[in-house]
């Protein structure tokens, strides 16, 4: 895989109650990524950006919340999620707490 193509699939980390808590219960962690990635792009690219083991890579498609400006109707954006569940006793730190 082309080391640049694997910085362009993790977009964002997903801080959320949702998501900390899968964290602690189940040592995964969630990611925003790019909507044509694939499960072996995003696992070598957590192992790449953050140097550690990833045992499994679950990918879900959510689609964009239709809603409304006014008289004009609109839609968020559809998100490519990722939760990759890292080896025993692995983590990953954003921003000085660990997941």
């Known amino acids: 895989m082309n080391q ?5 699939v993790l977009l964002s980390p997903i801080v959320s109650e ?3 808590q899968v964290g602690e219960q189940n040592n995964q962690v969630a ?5 044509d990635a694939t499960k ?3 696992k070598a690219a957590v192992e790449l950006l953050f140097k550690v083991r990833v045992n ?3 990918v879900l498609n959510a689609k964009g919340k239709a809603k409304r400006y006014g008289r004009t109707s609109g839609r968020r954006r559809d998100v490519r999620k990722a939760y ?3 080896a025993e006793g ?3 730190s954003f921003g000085g707490e660990a997941v």
Do not use: G, H, M, N
Not at 31 to 35: Q, Y
């Open 4 to 8: 640049e193509r694997l910085l362009k």
């Open 18 to 20: 949702k998501s900390t």
């Open 31 to 35: 990611f925003r990524v790019a909507p």
């Open 40 to 42: 072996p792009e995003i």
């Open 56 to 58: 499994d890579v679950q």
């Open 84 to 86: 990759v569940c890292l």
């Open 90 to 92: 692995q983590e990953i």
